[in-house]
């Protein structure tokens, strides 16, 4: 039963879209946390899980201790430690990944995630060791949190179609760019209240969304220098396992798992170039091959 759970639970990731993909990420990393935690508790370790991520997950805002774990940049913006924190990251990831992913493609939702992730953690640490502000607690801040990596997803769409109507409970439509704007400007706001770290850098993540947008509208993606991470990353999670005998398979048998996978994966890469192409030079740019093959996908 338990193997059987564990199957169906790499197959579901596997046929996930590039956004609930970074969700089970994050999820499998909260779990990992919280169960070394409760390890450590048995054994009377003071501290549990908080000792794990503050040494081995949050980045630092403190020069010396990143220059002793640089990989923080990366795996802050994939840990949680409290359960709503989580939820409330993972229903703006899927939402803003879904809505990303409809106009920019699969994988830039990926480097968008990612690079956002990177510069919301670097304004943090520049205003961290710049403004006097921060000097007491220079040494002892730390940040997690997928907040500056969704900031980013939406600050980049709502770029690239600000006025695209999303429906908000109790309020209605609303162009996407007033809703972006207006969580940016409580970051603003909230700098000098609590957790002025965090709002830095969700400050950060929407600075990159935006910049990536306006860059992308002019053919150039800063993004794609983290594609060759993330395609190691994707090969890394993608499970595959090698089989023990040579199968060989007649045309009038089903596709295994395996063969379905990488057609879809095939699909998906070519729907994304044809959406690049879209995005950099419009929609008559493309080749009669493209439209067709656009509009069976569509349907």
């Known amino acids: 039963m338990s193997k059987f759970s564990f199957d169906q639970l790499l197959k579901s990731y596997k046929d996930a879209d590039a956004a ?14 919280h169960l070394v935690g409760i390890i450590l508790w048995l054994f009377e370790v003071q501290g549990g899980g908080v000792i794990l991520v503050n040494r081995f997950f949050a980045v630092p805002s ?8 640089p990989w923080t ?33 699969q994988k830039k939702v990926w480097s968008v995630y990612i690079n956002g992730g990177i510069a919301g953690a670097l304004l943090y640490i520049i205003s961290y060791n710049i403004f006097p502000v921060f000097s007491e607690t220079l040494t002892i801040s730390k940040a997690i949190g997928a907040s500056a ?3 980013a997803l939406f600050a980049a769409i709502a770029t690239h179609i600000p006025n695209m109507e999303v429906r908000l409970f109790f309020l209605g439509n609303i162009k996407l760019k007033w809703v972006v704007i207006f969580l940016f400007m409580i970051d603003v706001l909230s700098i000098s209240q609590s957790n002025s770290g965090g709002h830095i850098s969700h400050i950060g993540g929407a600075i990159y969304g935006y910049l990536f947008a306006i860059q992308l509208k002019k053919g150039r993606d800063i993004s794609k ?11 890394i999670f993608s499970f595959k396992r090698k089989p023990k005998f040579d199968v060989k398979y007649s045309s009038n048998v089903p596709k295994s798992d395996y063969q379905y996978n990488a057609k879809k994966k095939e699909t998906q890469e070519q729907l994304d170039t044809i959406l690049d192409k879209i995005s950099k030079s419009g929609y008559d740019s493309l080749s009669k091959e493209e439209k067709n093959f656009l509009f069976k996908q569509s349907n």
């Not at 409290?82 to 493609?105: C, K, V």
């Open 73 to 105: 940049v990366f795996t802050y913006m994939f840990t949680h430690t409290g359960i709503l924190h989580l939820l409330f990251n993972m229903i703006a990831l899927y939402f803003g990944g879904q809505l990303f992913s409809q106009f920019l493609g």
């Open 20 to 33: 609930m993909r970074l969700i089970y990420i994050n999820a499998a990393v909260f779990v990992f946390i």
């Open 149 to 151: 990596s969704v900031m």
């Open 62 to 69: 403190d020069l010396v201790s990143l220059l002793y774990k």
């Open 225 to 235: 220098w983290i594609w060759p991470i993330g395609d190691f990353f994707n090969r």
